[in-house]
């Protein structure tokens, strides 16, 4: 499958897509300047065990923004 055949199948555009991802990415980076602390703590010693931090997502949801950009 391609990047086109699945957002047919949710009866989307990359536009569309882009958008939310976007959108999803704003808002996690407004949490992180606004709680910065936080966030540190929630990427480090809060992780709780986890394989995967805040950060990581940030990376994941640029990534995702770039992909679905460059299927325009």
Avoid: W
């Avoid at 939310?20 to 809060?46: M, V, W």
């Amino acid at each position: 499958m391609d990047l086109n055949t699945v957002l047919e199948m949710d009866n989307a555009e990359g536009s569309e897509a882009l958008i939310a991802l976007d959108a999803i990415a704003t808002q996690l980076e407004d949490y992180r300047a606004k709680y910065p602390n936080t966030f540190s703590f929630l990427c480090g010693e809060g992780r709780r065990g986890s394989d995967f931090t805040l950060v990581d997502a940030a990376s994941a949801l640029a990534d995702a923004c770039e992909h679905v950009a460059e299927g325009e």
